[in-house]
């Protein structure tokens, strides 16, 4: 278990760093957003009108989306932009969680039936990804949902998960670890859209709105860094646990 203790240490760092690096980004397109709002308010409103023809088609279709292109590495904080642009914070996380969740349950049965010897090649090569095959060999449903809460790529994690045999409600149960990650992605999205309608005059909302929505997306960072490092010291004392000869639950 060291060596997952030393990933989930390098992955807190990491989570803090990268957060922040999405902050700044972050500002940067809503500024981009802001100053190109002026000229876009009758493509958002077809936009919009587009979308909501297609009913609760559309976030289906989208969850379908989500699936085939969240196996394929695509990354998930573009497609949760993309849903709470186009289907708001509500419907958007529950579109994208469903998405990434049937996504996640077809990797794990493509690694468990087609790829289980081509993840065992893999994790000799990249011995950080190998600290996760120990972790599910360790333990059970509490450390494959903390490890669905620290920012590790999911999909790597449904194939070794997969590949490794686990039993497959533990497997599910786990992925819910995923949704908060997702939610603050959508938020980000939503906000964004929000923004720019408000420049673009299509949608008119008070100064405590915008306050309540940029400090509600704000919020939500500083809680994504609390649940990293909480994740960080659970590892740690899953180990403690394990190396003292305790079952890890």
């Not at 065992?120 to 090569?125: D, F, N, S, T």
């Amino acid at each position: 278990m060291q060596d997952l203790t030393s990933l989930s240490r390098k992955i807190a760092g990491r989570a803090q760093s990268r957060i922040l690096l999405l902050l700044a980004a972050g500002t940067l397109v809503l500024l981009v957003l802001a100053w190109l709002g002026r000229d876009v308010g009758d493509e958002i409103k077809a936009l919009e009108a587009w979308i909501a023809g297609f009913g609760i088609l559309g976030p289906l279709v989208f969850a379908g989306v989500v699936v085939v292109l969240t196996s394929l590495f695509v990354p998930s904080t573009l497609l949760s932009a993309a849903a709470g642009a186009l289907f708001g914070l509500g419907l958007g996380t529950l579109a994208m969680s469903a998405g990434v969740i049937v996504g996640a349950a077809v990797d794990y049965w493509v690694a468990r039936k087609l790829l289980r010897n081509h993840v065992a090649g893999m994790l000799q090569r990249h011995p950080r990804r190998r600290a996760i095959q120990h972790a599910v060999q360790q333990g059970g449903l509490r450390l494959q949902f903390i490890l669905r809460l620290i920012p590790i790529n999911a999909v790597s994690v449904s194939y070794v998960l997969g590949a490794n045999g686990v039993r497959f409600l533990t497997f599910l149960l786990a992925t819910m670890g995923l949704i908060p990650g997702l939610f603050v992605q959508v938020y980000f999205g939503y906000m964004a859209t929000h923004i720019t309608k408000t420049v673009a005059n299509v949608a008119t909302s008070s100064t405590l709105h915008h306050v309540i929505t940029i400090g509600g997306f704000l919020v939500c960072l500083v809680i994504m860094i609390s649940i990293g490092r909480m994740a960080h010291r659970a590892l740690k004392e899953a180990e403690a646990e394990t190396n003292d000869g305790g079952q890890v639950l």
